[in-house]
């Protein structure tokens, strides 16, 4: 949007006091994340005019329009379109740009301004195959509708042409990729990673089901050097009841298979997760064999939710979920014991050493953030300016969340 908009001849600004237009591209995939939306776009000085765009508007457009005074409002993956509502709401127009708004596809050869001149972020499809029961994305997303190989590989050789060197293939499942048009997520990491270039590639996640599909040749495929050993892959439960009522489709069972086999394949494989803490049914002892399964599986990574029940989802229809007291202490302990195997595993890189390519700048001047083959996340202090380079590390030091490095000859 930022880069449509500055090729129609809009000045993009950073401050709002300088600002016409302020547009909000909004998420709404849990309950905190729609009230911290709401809350912003309630800040928002009346002397600007307003656009809302992304999920929000599409997943809760009641509440948007009960509680928030805005001038334009349309959903998702808008593309060149927000040209046209910023000028309709220029003009004094009220825009509300909904109607098959979930069905959205921009090309992927629009202008942009990237957040991050280094990392490059393809949205391989949008939507998906599932109608998981908590979900309210499927109503701002769709149904799966992906890009062709080719679109993908040309809009990689443009931003590599642009310095990018880290692509991110994005999607609300990767997995399912060309499952509408007659390929597949293995097929497009061959094809990208036939690219000339020095490049890395981060697949983003993936449901259980859609990639048990595509097991061993998406592990064959995982084998270039250009991916990173990085597997996203939200589980969301450790118990087959609580999974089935989710309407997920796999069980634990399936879940370590495909974790198993990952790791057998890249011993230091990343690991990343999602779990939902309180579903509805969930009893005390499907919440254990969630934590049994963690204990088990040791993910690098866990993204634990509660369960907040989501407009017109079945979910928000089922009986049985605990008070919110006892799924705010689930959490806390899924929590604990997340971060607990995460430091365990990060100390297993003490004393690794290799290439680390810096993709952001940390948490002050002098230090950097840098990503290994396995994706780790790895600070590097350095007072030149090292973002977009490769540089030779030796860990020195472990974290629950990233890990620390001195650079090596
Ligand atoms: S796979 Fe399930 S959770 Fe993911 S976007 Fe689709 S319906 Fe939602």
Known sequence: MAGCLAKAGYTLVNSLAEADVVVYNTCAVKGPTENRMINFLKLATKDKKLVVVGCLPLINFERLQREVFFDGAAGPALGEKIVDVVEAV????????????????????????????????????????GSCSYCCVVFARGRLRSYTVDEIVE????????????FWLTSQDTACYGLDIGTSLPELLRAVCSIDGDFKIRVGMMTPNMALKILDELI??????????????????????VLAQMRRFYTTEDFKKIVNAFRGAFPKMTIATDVICGFPGETREAFEKTLRLMEEVKPDVVNVSKF???????????????????????????????????????????????????????????????????????????????????????????????????TIS
């Open 90 to 129: 220029l003009r004094g127009e009220k825009v509300l740009a909904l109607d098959n708004a979930e069905k959205a596809k921009p090309s992927l050869n629009l202008p942009r301004v990237r957040v991050n001149p280094v990392v490059g972020i393809i949205p391989i499809n949008y939507g998906c195959l």
């Open 155 to 166: 809009r990689v050789k443009l931003d590599l042409a642009s310095g990018v060197r880290e």
């Open 220 to 241: 064959e495929a995982y084998k270039d050097e250009k991916v990173f050993k990085f597997l996203h892959i939200p589980v969301q439960s450790g118990d087959n009841q």
């Open 308 to 406: 907040f029940a989501r407009p017109k989802t079945l979910a928000a229809k089922m009986d049985g979920a605990a008070p919110f007291s006892e799924i705010k202490e689930r959490s806390s302990m899924l929590s604990s014991l997340a971060s607990k195997i995460a430091f365990e595993r990060n100390m297993e890189w003490i004393g690794w050493s290799g290439e680390v390519f810096i993709d952001e700048q940390g948490t002050d001047p002098n230090s950097w953030v840098g990503r290994n083959f396995a994706y780790k996340p790895v600070v590097v202090k350095s007072a030149l300016n090292l973002l977009g380079t490769v540089v030779r590390i030796k860990i020195s030091k472990a974290f629950p969340t990233y890990l620390e490095g001195e």
